[in-house]
């Protein structure tokens, strides 16, 4: 079912949504169980969720002692290691008060990229959403090497997305919108839609402003670009709006898809 309009999302019948590293992470940390208590408001209606969820090595970093994003893919690799246990423990204490229980996937480029273990990955999907099980997709950070990352798990996301055939892909991050230019400056206007042919030179984005994400409104588009040519719309919103984004209400950006 491909949505047309982002009121019909309330009724999407199988939802990825994903959030970034910021949004859970730091002083953020508190927003995860606003985040799990709208996706267990999804679930209770009978929608499956799968959420990709950014954060490993953000969550890492402060457990290790480590102030700044390292740039070396060993760091990293240990930060992710250590963070992404840490954080899946997070989602399933919030998720305990629903009686939901999540599932740990982790993906590399590759897993994706050949035929035999895409479809693993999504008949693994497809049966922990049979079971009722929450999918929590991440990067396998511990052993992606720089050259087969996915860059951004916005890319993931969508990718995801196209794999389980979902009806909407909701991007969330610290940013509420897309804008005709970064939102800081004060002539930046919100773009409510974003028809499918609209290829978007006539506005000014940029890349992440925070020192944990490797994301920004560059790969947030590009995402969404991938998943409407795949006919999934998608909405852009911040991790704050959630819930009305959810609800199907008049909040973010809506990427229409491309129709057959």
Do not use: C
Request: no cysteine; glycine share 8%; hydrophobic share 45%.
């Amino acid at each position: 079912m491909s949505l047309k309009f982002r009121s019909e999302i309330s009724g999407a019948k199988r939802i990825v949504v994903k959030v970034g590293s910021s949004s859970i992470s730091g002083s953020n940390e508190n927003l995860i169980n606003n985040l799990v208590e709208a996706l267990a408001k999804e679930h209770g209606r009978g929608a499956q969720v799968i959420l990709v969820s950014s954060g490993a090595i953000a969550t890492g970093m402060p457990l290790l002692g480590i102030v700044a994003k390292p740039d070396d893919l060993r760091t990293s690799q240990a930060l992710a290691s250590v963070g992404q246990s840490r954080l899946i423990a997070r989602y399933q204490q919030s998720l305990e008060r629903f009686s939901i229980l999540a599932g740990q996937v982790l993906l590399t480029a590759d897993d994706l990229a050949a035929e035999e273990s895409s479809e693993n990955a999504r008949g693994a999907m497809t049966r922990l959403l049979e079971l009722g099980v929450l999918p929590i997709v991440n990067e396998n950070d511990t052993v992606a090497t720089a050259e087969i990352r996915f860059g951004d798990n916005d890319r993931l996301a969508a990718l995801v997305a196209i794999l389980v055939s979902a009806d909407v892909l909701i991007l969330l991050s610290d940013v509420d919108a897309l804008y005709t230019m970064p939102p800081t400056n004060p002539e930046a206007r919100r773009l409510s839609v974003v028809s499918a042919d609209n290829d978007l030179s006539q506005i000014e984005v940029g890349g992440t402003s925070t020192g944990v994400g490797t994301g920004g409104a560059v790969t947030k588009v590009s995402a969404a670009k991938l998943a409407n040519s795949a006919g999934i719309p998608v909405l852009l919103t911040s991790t704050t709006n959630v819930s009305s984004a959810l609800a199907g209400e008049d909040v973010g950006t809506w990427f229409e898809a491309v129709q057959d």
